[in-house]
């Protein structure tokens, strides 16, 4: 059952990572100049309100160095840096067979 999920949220992930690439090349060809837009930029556009209460709870109750160098890294890539990878290890976990038994040798 968490592999269907692996698979279903790796899918969409991919499929996002794909839309979004098609966005920043269409962007590039009309700007004759390469224009990607971050991740960060879209969450905003979304749920600004989402993206500071993230930021204020995890600078507040995890760790501050979190935020500043890891997600907010994160944040200035480009839409299908960060989810393509991410979806295709998703991917990967959901069709691995995890294996209980030893292997046997011939």
Not at 11 to 40: E, M, N, R
Not at 51 to 56: G, S, V
Not at 83 to 96: I, N, Q, T, V
Request: proline residues 7%; hydrophobic residues 55%; glycine residues 6%.
């Amino acid at each position: 059952m968490i592999r269907f999920f692996l698979r279903l949220f790796g899918l969409a992930l991919v499929a996002v990572a794909l839309v979004t690439i098609v966005l920043d090349g269409t962007q590039t060809i009309a700007a004759s100049a390469w224009s990607t837009t971050p991740l960060g930029q879209y969450w905003y556009q979304i749920s600004p309100t989402s993206l500071n209460i993230t930021q204020a709870a995890i600078q507040r109750h995890v760790n501050p160095v979190l935020w500043d160098p890891v997600l907010l890294t994160l944040l200035v890539q480009p839409v299908w840096v960060v989810a393509g990878p991410l979806g295709f290890l998703l991917l990967w976990l959901g069709e691995r067979r995890w294996s209980r038994r030893r292997p046997e040798f011939v």
